[in-house]
């Protein structure tokens, strides 16, 4: 890679890392629209883990919920090699219209994960994607299968429900996330 290049991969992370920041995390003052745009910057610099505009569109946070937007940065990710990218779009799929097709997107991302040797997936990763992925088989009253690629990450799984249980809203969420973390005991870790 050419020193140019290097030095235009430290900008696309440190512009990554601040909108990262810009969530309201270590002490930075929350901006949705700030970190928006940041994420865009590193996209274009071609920072891989810029999915998080994809996020963004989803979820409506600096800018209006559009599920189609969102579908196409994950697809662009995914194709940039970002498996997390995957994750996102079997999520997003299970929140569609189309969510039978999500089973077979979570068994490909699981696949993936399995033979994957890059472990910096980001912040929290691939703990989150699994726990996304066991939290709403459970909400729905569906058994979660067990893959192969979710056996490596069992403690880290749990360790993300136990953060993820501070900022429980009410009771329902509260016992699907318990159940998630008699599920991962029971099935992701040694006895």
Same mark, same amino acid.
């Given at each position: 890679?050419?020193?140019?290049?290097?030095?235009?991969?430290?900008?696309?992370?440190?512009?990554?890392?601040?909108?990262?920041?810009?969530?309201?995390?270590? &002490?930075?003052?929350?901006?949705?629209?700030? %970190? $928006?745009?940041? *994420?865009?910057? /590193?996209? =274009?610099? #071609?920072?891989?883990?810029?999915?998080?505009?994809?996020?963004?569109?989803?979820?409506?946070? &600096?800018?209006?919920?559009?599920?189609?937007? %969102? $579908?196409?940065? *994950?697809?662009? /990710?995914? =194709?940039? #090699?970002?498996?997390?990218?995957?994750?996102?779009?079997?999520?997003?799929?299970?929140?569609?219209?189309?969510?039978?097709?999500?089973?077979?997107?979570?068994?490909?991302?699981?696949?993936?994960?399995?033979?994957?040797?890059?472990?910096?997936?980001?912040?929290?990763?691939?703990?989150?994607?699994?726990?996304?992925?066991?939290?709403?088989?459970?909400?729905?009253?569906?058994?979660?299968?067990?893959?192969?690629?979710?056996?490596?990450?069992?403690?880290?799984?749990i360790g993300y429900g136990q953060r993820y249980m501070e900022h429980a809203d009410d009771e329902t969420q509260l016992d699907i996330l318990v159940n998630v973390q008699r599920w991962v005991l029971a099935n992701l870790t040694s006895h």
């Amino acid at each position: 890679m050419s020193e140019g290049g290097e030095t235009g991969s430290a900008l696309a992370e440190g512009l990554f890392w601040y909108a990262e920041k810009l969530h309201g995390y270590e &002490g930075v003052e929350k901006s949705f629209e700030d %970190a $928006l745009g940041l *994420y865009r910057q /590193a996209a =274009e610099l #071609g920072y891989p883990r810029a999915f998080r505009i994809g996020e963004m569109h989803e979820r409506g946070l &600096g800018t209006p919920v559009d599920p189609s937007q %969102a $579908l196409a940065c *994950y697809v662009k /990710a995914r =194709e940039g #090699g970002d498996i997390i990218g995957l994750a996102a779009i079997a999520r997003l799929v299970g929140r569609s219209q189309h969510r039978e097709k999500s089973e077979d997107l979570w068994a490909k991302f699981f696949s993936v994960l399995q033979n994957y040797s890059d472990h910096d997936l980001g912040m929290d990763e691939p703990a989150g994607s699994i726990h996304t992925y066991l939290f709403w088989k459970i909400a729905r009253g569906e058994e979660p299968r067990v893959y192969d690629g979710m056996k490596a990450h069992g403690h880290d799984v749990i360790g993300y429900g136990q953060r993820y249980m501070e900022h429980a809203d009410d009771e329902t969420q509260l016992d699907i996330l318990v159940n998630v973390q008699r599920w991962v005991l029971a099935n992701l870790t040694s006895h």
